[in-house]
C-alpha cells in the first residue's frame, strides 16, 4: 500500500513563493514517475507538473512552466514542487499523484493519491 501525504500549503501574496512536500511511504516510490495536479474551486482537476522516477525528465502545464520547479529526493522518498512568482489564478488545492502509465497529463493515469494542501494566492 502507498500514501502520500502532502504538506507546504497557506496562504501568500501575489509575487510570492511556497514549496510543496509529497511524502510517499513504501519501498516503490524510486520506481515510478511522479505528478502535481491542482484543482480550484468549481474547476476540474488539472496537470500542473510531473517528473520521471529518476528525476531526470520534468513536463510542465504552460501555465506554471518557468514559475514552478517539480523535483525529488529518491532517498527521502519525497517529492517537492516550488512555486514562485505566484498568481491569484494559482490559487487551488495540490495534490500529489503516483504516475501508473498513461497519459501523463490525465489524472486517470495515476492510481495513488495525496489528501491535497490548499495554495492561497491573495492580490
Known amino acids: 500500500q502507498v500514501q502520500l501525504v502532502e504538506s507546504g500549503g497557506g496562504l501568500v501574496q501575489a509575487g510570492g513563493s511556497l514549496r510543496l512536500s509529497c511524502a510517499a511511504s513504501?519501498?516503490?516510490?524510486?520506481?515510478?514517475?511522479m505528478g502535481w495536479f491542482r484543482q480550484a474551486p468549481g474547476k476540474e482537476r488539472e496537470f500542473v507538473a510531473r517528473?520521471?522516477?529518476?528525476?531526470?525528465?520534468?513536463l510542465y502545464a504552460d501555465s506554471v512552466k518557468g514559475r514552478f520547479t517539480i523535483f525529488r529526493d529518491n532517498a527521502k522518498n519525497t517529492m517537492y514542487l516550488q512555486m514562485n512568482s505566484l498568481k491569484p489564478e494559482d490559487t487551488a488545492v495540490y495534490y500529489c499523484?503516483?504516475?501508473?502509465?498513461?497519459?501523463?497529463?490525465?489524472?486517470?493515469?495515476?492510481?495513488?493519491w495525496g489528501q491535497g494542501t490548499q495554495v492561497t494566492v491573495s492580490s
Open positions: 513504501g519501498r516503490t516510490f524510486s520506481s515510478y514517475a
Open positions: 517528473i520521471s522516477w529518476s528525476g531526470g525528465g520534468t
Open positions: 499523484g503516483r504516475h501508473s502509465g498513461g497519459s501523463w497529463w490525465s489524472d486517470s493515469s495515476y492510481d495513488y
